[in-house]
Nanobody
Framework: QVQLVESGGGLVQAGDSLRLSCAASGRTASRYAMGWFRQAPEKEREFVAAITWRGGATYYADSVKGRFTISRDNAKNTVYLQMNSLKPEDTAVYYC????????????????WGQGTQVTVSS
């Protein structure tokens, strides 16, 4: 079992930056691929980014490529999402997730989910 707790959400203006953190706990937490998803009001949850358990490969949705960066610190069991050049359409609840592979996380539902953290970008 893996528990995930997100933090770092908030209200920012368009063009600002924000860094989300996700603390993972559990005996095998560091061996999971980690990812971020988001869900805007009245929309389905969508994949944002994923990283392999060693951090050697990352994957991004086209909508955030070049603006968002996912990283992880396995010594701290923490994964980060650095979000730059934020846009109003990035407004959503952001969820941390853990699953077996990063490459397929966009299409294969992760095994574990966090509770989410709200990100609001004003224009």
């Amino acid at each position: 079992q893996v528990q995930l707790v997100e933090s770092g959400g908030g209200l920012v203006q368009a063009g600002d930056s924000l860094r989300l953190s996700c603390a993972a706990s559990g005996r095998t937490a560091s061996r999971y691929a980690m990812g971020w998803f988001r869900q805007a009001p009245e929309k389905e949850r969508e994949f944002v980014a994923a990283i392999t358990w060693r951090g050697g490969a990352t994957y991004y949705a086209d909508s955030v490529k070049g603006r968002f960066t996912i990283s992880r610190d396995n010594a701290k069991n923490t994964v980060y999402l650095q979000m730059n050049s934020l846009k109003p359409e990035d407004t959503a609840v952001y969820y941390c997730a853990a699953g077996p592979t990063a490459q397929t996380m966009a299409v294969r539902p992760p095994d574990f989910w966090g509770q989410g953290t709200q990100v609001t970008v004003s224009s």
